[in-house]
């Protein structure tokens, strides 16, 4: 983040563009929970099995993790303001997508894509706030993007076993159309005059090659290997003992 060559916001504005910012990270962070506890569900509707369903989590994180490292190399080329409103749009749209999806490899495929808009987004939504905020006051604004981060893992579960339950899985991601415009809308408004300065840097397209396979599958190992239980004790074929794979000559315990 580099100091900004325009004035501090404030009142109304400096309000405005708080909420803005936070809502669409609040969106963001609340997307990577959300679908956990309807997963069944999903499988169900889908005809896959539950553990096919899990990639609907797994494909999200995935995307994201590699877009994130892509933020800083984006926001030069586009612009800061220019591509979180980008980012935000498209978020929203693989959302609206999401919903519609009529079988299960086109809700990955906007998954993919929901995750890969939501990338962008974490970095910029603070480095934007920061921005536009007073000095004095940027510890403030560090305090409402955490709030964000902190409480919106905590409700995605709960709000989307309710959405589930009472109305149809797809709304678990149709809420975000109307919130991702609303964000998009206003942050585009107010800091539209306020874009930070542009650079064509080139990249370095090996590196981003290996960064997609080498980032995407750690990531892919993480989900699944704690969903299959890599990295646990596991039962020898030939044996009816718990065997450590991690100790060698280790002995296990009888049950």
Partial sequence: ????????????????????????????????????????????????????????????????????????????RFGEVRLFVMATLLFTTASWLCGLAPNFETLL?????????????VPLSQSLLLNNYPEHKRGMALAFWAMTT???????????????????????????????????????????????????????MMGLVLLVIGVGCLQVMLDKGNELDWFGLHRDPGDHRLVDPQRSGGVGTYR
């Fill in 1 to 76: 983040m580099t100091d900004s060559p325009h004035p501090p916001l404030s009142g109304a504005n400096l309000a405005l563009v708080t909420g803005s910012l936070s809502l669409a990270m609040f969106m963001q962070v609340l997307d990577t929970t959300i679908a956990n506890v309807s997963i069944p569900t999903i499988a169900g509707d889908l005809a896959v099995s539950p553990s096919q369903g899990t990639w609907i989590i797994t494909s999200f994180a995935a995307s994201n993790a590699i877009a994130l490292p892509l933020a800083g190399w984006l926001a030069r």
């Fill in 109 to 121: 495929a906007a998954r993919v894509l929901q995750g890969m808009a939501a990338g962008p987004m």
């Fill in 150 to 204: 902190t409480v919106a893992p905590v409700v995605g579960p709960f709000l989307g076993g309710w959405i589930t339950e009472n109305m149809s899985w797809p709304w678990i991601f149709y809420i975000n159309v109307p919130v991702g415009m609303l964000c998009s809308y206003v942050t585009w408004q107010l800091l539209k005059k306020r874009e930070t300065a542009t650079l064509r840097l080139p990249i370095d």
